[in-house]
């Protein structure tokens, strides 16, 4: 009996004793080095956010007395309402124009461009229209500016909002048929043919098949192209001269040499123009790394 009591003691000590070891190990297989990374590059992100912020609610002689670093003692929304006032607001509403003016039409004809590539598999003109998309994506917008200049002096089209618009929309295009071909491609085909049977027609399978299924990637390839025309600067600034045809990132360049003195509206115009950005992907980053994700791993 004794004995017996001995040997369960010893058991019930064992895993204690080789728990230590076990914790150590898996503390060892940790990756400190990521981690470490991860937050260096947090650090990295957040401090310029910072400094943005605090120093947009300062005036300009906290700015220069203070630490660039410090809150504001007396925050003040200065700044703000200085930027509002020099036509702020019509330049926010050209970009909101140009965006929503590039988005919907670049989308409808990538879907429809996307889903006559994936149905017409066997048609060579087709293959070669998808070729003509992928070659667009190795094309930078800096490469043919000139040519994209001198087209909109031809179309009389210079300083206006549409002449921003439409090579928007051809930029747009091919990244945006990429990612709809692969939502569309795996769509069953049985889905296809079921409802052929019931008498729709190519038109009928686009609008009650293929546009509710592939809805993720629509929402995705809205949301990229409309950061990246909402960021543009190149186009603006060849494509437009007068001052009431400004978007928001060339209205913020012009800001800073009319405020070069004054950085703290500078910064607060830089709020200002990032945060429709922020608001956006905050309310859609699900729907645009699922859609990422989804069009890619299947």
């Known amino acids: 009996m004794a004995l017996t009591t001995t040997e369960t003691k010893t058991a019930a000590v064992r895993p204690a004793r080789s728990g230590g070891p076990v ?17 260096v590059w947090l650090a990295i992100v957040l401090i310029p956010l910072y400094w943005i912020v605090v120093t947009s609610f300062k005036d300009q002689s906290a ?23 020099s036509d702020f607001p019509r330049y926010f509403i050209n970009s909101v124009i140009v965006t929503i003016g590039t988005i919907l039409p670049a989308v409808a004809i990538s879907f429809m461009a996307a889903y006559a590539i ?31 200049y001198l087209l909109i002096i031809k179309m009389h089209l210079y300083d206006s909002l549409l002449a921003l618009i439409l090579p928007s929309i ?19 085909k049985e889905l296809f043919e079921s409802m052929r049977v019931d008498g729709a027609n190519e038109w009928g399978m686009l609008r009650g098949l293929a546009l509710p299924l592939t809805r993720p990637a629509l929402v995705t390839v809205s949301i990229y192209n409309g950061l990246a025309v909402w960021n543009g600067f190149l186009l603006p600034l060849i494509l ?12 913020l360049w012009t800001f800073q040499g009319q405020f070069s003195v004054n950085v703290p509206a500078v910064l607060a115009s830089v709020v200002l123009t990032t945060l429709p950005i922020v608001i956006l992907y905050a309310v859609s980053r699900r729907q645009l790394l699922s859609g990422l994700t989804a069009g890619f791993s299947r």
């Open 23 to 39: 914790r150590a190990h898996k503390l060892l297989q940790l990756n400190w080095l990521g981690g470490l990374a991860g937050w």
């Open 63 to 85: 700015y220069f007395s203070q630490n660039p670093f410090a809150l504001p003692n007396a925050p003040t929304t200065a700044n703000y309402q200085l930027v509002i006032e």
């Open 118 to 148: 994936i149905r017409g598999a066997g048609s060579r003109f087709l293959a070669g229209v998808n070729g003509l998309f992928l070659m667009g994506l190795a094309i930078p917008l800096q490469a043919t500016i000139i040519p994209v």
């Open 170 to 188: 051809a930029f747009s295009i091919p990244l945006s048929v990429l990612v709809l071909s692969n939502f569309i491609r795996d769509v069953p």
């Open 240 to 251: 437009t001269q007068s001052p009431d045809k400004r978007t928001l990132p060339l209205a």
